[in-house]
Each structure stands twice: as structure tokens, then as C-alpha cells.
């Protein structure tokens, strides 16, 4: 969560700094790609890493019962935690060289097609270069928090951004400096440098940690090719989750520019209104979710090792919780974003419309808190079909109101969306935690 907060700090910061620098178009366009780059993470790692925690949880540790003495136990753990990561990472990183070649090869395809802009085609091709290496520190990311570490992620996490902060700000003086009028392609470009730097960092890190870890690691004893079934059948479901809601996002990308023309704004003013929402006011309304993210990661294996020891008075009491944690931090969000939010996007973007969305959007705050943390615990508990139908029914709903309702009413029918598309997760994932815990 410490890292969290830092990283949102600088996030700020360096999202003033862009918009500043490339306008409010130039931000819609650079937020067009990350739908398609997200759909290339989901499909590379989103569940793998997941699985990768799960089975590290649940791996022999020396508190455990078992009939092996301390230090037997803790070797075979430790072997066995590893060869869940090899496992994963096996699987994880073709995959991600598979997407990143289609972006590379197909990108101005994807862009023309797709996105209908093609602009993003060099942005798409560009940002290609950070998946093997995005892929590979998720996986040894999910490796530690299965070990309920959550040291090594959260430098990874503040890593990135400081290492993307500062080099986007150097890269962006040294080129305006020889550069008078630069085209907002250019200007994109700079950013996702950035954001291949900050992978780049954050992989060296990943990999010097775990080989710190398992220096005295005997590596015969790993079970790395029986474990490749097991944790691709588990990474299955919480794939197609994520793959088919970065489908569903990178649809949003596309369509909302798209029939915001249909209500009569301009390309670039539609661009202008996309970016102003997803690069200056859902960072406000995302902030808070540093504490539910934090709590949401390391849920997943403390649920998984409650379950594994049978342990039902722990999930209940996790759960409920959880529950009523996420909700009055919710409420408390949704009270300050609706005192403050207008004056919040005049004073820090000193953009009118920013201040409207975050007011309109404050309203999200609870249902985001709580379908996260409790969306986390079915997760832990193997129920990752049920958060699939339950996040499908909640993308389906904002998808109706995309198609049918900003055409009438202009990017408020988005909102309205998100809000009916946040409210259905949130009850499907309660509804069925409580169920299971009754």
C-alpha cells in the first residue's frame, strides 16, 4: 500500500506533465493503445500470475503439519514455490513473445480496423517491446506474494514509475530543445519509451530478487513440468476473464470516440473528451484503491492457505471484514470526490470538464472497493468461473450503454455505464461470498 501511494503520487505528477505536454488529445491517443496492450497482458500472464500465488500459498511450509522435519519441509517449499514460477513463466513468456509479434507485425492493421485511428499503428508496434518483460516480472510478482512478501512488488511497482517519471522528462527536455513543433505521435512515443524503461527496471529487479531467494535452492528437486498442467487448468478461467475484458475495454477504446461522433462532436474533440476521462479523472476516482488493491493481492493466498487448512471461522471473518472495510472506505471516497471534485479538476488540470467526471463518478467508488476485495477472496477460494459470469454481466451492461445511450446523451452515458457495470459486479461477487460462507 506504501508503494501504492508513492506510485499514485508520482502518477500524478507525471500525468500533468503529459497533458501539459501533449494536450488533451495527444493523452486520448496514448490511452487508445493500453486496451490493446492490456488485452496482450491478459492473454500473456493475468491468470498465470494468479495461479503462480495460489500454488506458492500453498506450498509445505515448516509451521505446517506434516510428517517432514522442519528443514525437509522448508526445502521441499521452497522447490516447489519455484518450480510454480518456472512452471508459469514457461508458459507466460511465449505467449507474451506470440502477442507482442502480432502487435509488431499487424499493429497499423489493428489500428485502422480496429481502433479506427491510425495514428496508433507506430504507438501499438512501439509499446509491443514490454510485454516479454512485463510478463515475466508479473509472474515473479505473483511468485512472492503467494509467499505473502509483498516487499519485492511494491519496489518493483514504485521502480517502474520513478524509472518512467524520470526518463520521460529527460527524453521530453532534450527533444523539445532540438525539436520546435513536434507532432503528437512523437510526443506519444516518448511516453511509452518511458513505460519500456520502467518494465526494463523492474524486470532487473525481479530477477535479482529471486536469485537471491533461491541461492541455496537445490535445484534437482524441482517439479517444474508437473506443475505446467495444473497451473495452466487453474490460470484457464482467470484468463479468459481477462482476456475477454480487454476485449471488451479495447471495444470501449474504440467505440466510445466512435459514437461520440454519432452525438456530433468532432474526431479530435471526442479524442479530447476520451482522454480527459481516462488520463485526468478516473486517476482521482482510481487513487483510493491503492488500499483495496494492497488488501486484494494479498487476500488471494491467505484465503487459498484458510481454505487449504480448512480453516472456515478465518475466510468468514476475512470476508465480512473485507466487506465492510471496502464499503465504508467507499462511501467516505464518494463524499470527498462529490464535495471536491469540480474544484479538484480546475486546480490540478485546470480543465472544467475533469472536475465534472469526477463528481459524476464518485458514485463508483464503493462498488470498485468492494468488487475488488471480494472478487479477490471467490479467486482464493477457486470460484474464478462465477467472477468471470459475474465481470461478463457487468461489461455486457456498460457495453448497452455505449451503443445506446451516448449517442443520445454524449460521454455521460458512459458514466451512467460504468456505474451500472460496477454496481452488477459488486452485487453477483457479494452475493456469492456470502452464500459460500453461510
Not at 521530453?172 to 526494463?200: C, Q, R, T, W
Amino acid at each position: 500500500m506504501a508503494a501504492g501511494l508513492l506510485t499514485r503520487f508520482l502518477g500524478f505528477y507525471y500525468r500533468i506533465f503529459l497533458s501539459a505536454r501533449i494536450g488533451a488529445e495527444g493523452m486520448g491517443l496514448y490511452q487508445m493503445i493500453f486496451p490493446i496492450f492490456g488485452l496482450c497482458m491478459a492473454l500473456s500472464v493475468s491468470g498465470i500470475q494468479t495461479a503462480i500465488s495460489k500454488f506458492v500459498s500453498t506450498a509445505p511450509s515448516p509451521t505446517a503439519k506434516s510428517t517432514l522435519s522442519n528443514s525437509e519441509c522448508s526445502n521441499h517449499g521452497n522447490s516447489r514455490s519455484l518450480s510454480a514460477l518456472y512452471a508459469g513463466s514457461s508458459i507466460s513468456l511465449p505467449l507474451s513473445v506470440i502477442s507482442a509479434l502480432i502487435l509488431i507485425f499487424l499493429g497499423n492493421t489493428i489500428a485502422i480496423h480496429y481502433l479506427h485511428e491510425p495514428r496508433c499503428g507506430l504507438l501499438l508496434k512501439a509499446v509491443a517491446l514490454s510485454l516479454p518483460m512485463g510478463a515475466l516480472h508479473s509472474c515473479v510478482n505473483g511468485y512472492f506474494l503467494g509467499k505473502r512478501d509483498a516487499v519485492i512488488p511494491g519496489v518493483t511497482q514504485l521502480s517502474d514509475q520513478i524509472v518512467r517519471v524520470v526518463s520521460v522528462f529527460i527524453i521530453f527536455n532534450i527533444y523539445l530543445d532540438k525539436i520546435s513543433s513536434p507532432d503528437i505521435v512523437s510526443l506519444a512515443l516518448i511516453a511509452i519509451a518511458g513505460h519500456i524503461l520502467g518494465e526494463m527496471a523492474t524486470l532487473i529487479i525481479s530477477i535479482i530478487a529471486i536469485a537471491k531467494e533461491h541461492r541455496n535452492t537445490s535445484f534437482s528437486q524441482l517439479e517444474t513440468h508437473s506443475l505446467i498442467k495444473p497451473i495452466a487448468t487453474m490460470a484457464y478461467p482467470l484468463t479468459m476473464t481477462r482476456v475477454l475484458l480487454s476485449i471488451i475495454h479495447s471495444l470501449e477504446a474504440s467505440a466510445i470516440p466512435f459514437f461520440l461522433n454519432k452525438f456530433g462532436l468532432s474526431n479530435s474533440e471526442a479524442l479530447s473528451m476520451y482522454g480527459i476521462l481516462t488520463a485526468m479523472a478516473m486517476p482521482f476516482i482510481m487513487f483510493p484503491t491503492i488500499f483495496t488493491n494492497a488488501v486484494a493481492q494479498m487476500l488471494l493466498p491467505t484465503i487459498s492457505s484458510a481454505q487449504a487448512s480448512h480453516n472456515k471461522e478465518r475466510i468468514y471473518a476475512l470476508t465480512m471484514k473485507t466487506l465492510s472495510i471496502s464499503v465504508a472506505l467507499g462511501l467516505f471516497c464518494t463524499t470527498f470526490f462529490i464535495l471536491t471534485g469540480d474544484s479538484l479538476g480546475i486546480t490540478i488540470f485546470q480543465n472544467e470538464t475533469a472536475g465534472d467526471f469526477i463528481t459524476i463518478l464518485a458514485w463508483l467508488c464503493p462498488f470498485i472497493f468492494a468488487s475488488s476485495t471480494i472478487g479477490s477472496i471467490l479467486n482464493g477460494l477457486g470460484m474464478t468461473k462465477s467472477t468471470f459470469y459475474h465481470n461478463m454481466a457487468g461489461s455486457f451492461v456498460c457495453l448497452c450503454f455505449i451503443v445506446f445511450a451516448i449517442p443520445v446523451y454524449g460521454i455521460k452515458g458512459y458514466l451512467w455505464g460504468l456505474l451500472a457495470s460496477e454496481l452488477v459486479c459488486a452485487v453477483l461477487h457479494t452475493i456469492k461470498a456470502l452464500r459460500y460462507i453461510k
